[in-house]
């Protein structure tokens, strides 16, 4: 099973998209970053704790180019 804590967003969408997710799994932490939307390119790191995941999320967030990185953090709609 894979959970989603959180999830940001830069904001653009095509090519300049930017996502970041921070993932629970059975077994540890899950961060991905993917650019480019739903079929852009995408990297997943794993962890076996929260702060080094978080460590990494902040990482990714950052590198981002200034003029990409209008990070809005995205909330679940709960039914």
């Known amino acids: ?3 989603r804590v959180e999830h940001w967003f ?3 969408y095509g090519p300049r998209r930017r996502d ?3 993932l629970r799994t059975d077994t540890g932490w899950q961060v991905r970053g993917r650019r480019g939307g739903a079929d852009g390119e995408e990297v997943t790191h ?3 704790h929260e702060a080094d995941a978080r460590r ?3 990482r990714l967030l950052d ?3 200034p003029e ?3 990070w809005a953090k ?3 709609h709960r039914r």
């Open 1 to 3: 099973m894979v959970a």
């Open 20 to 22: 970041v997710y921070l």
């Open 10 to 12: 830069n904001r653009r």
């Open 74 to 76: 995205m909330s679940r």
């Open 63 to 65: 590198t981002v180019p």
């Open 46 to 48: 794993y962890f076996d």
């Open 68 to 70: 990409l990185s209008n």
């Open 56 to 58: 990494m999320v902040q």
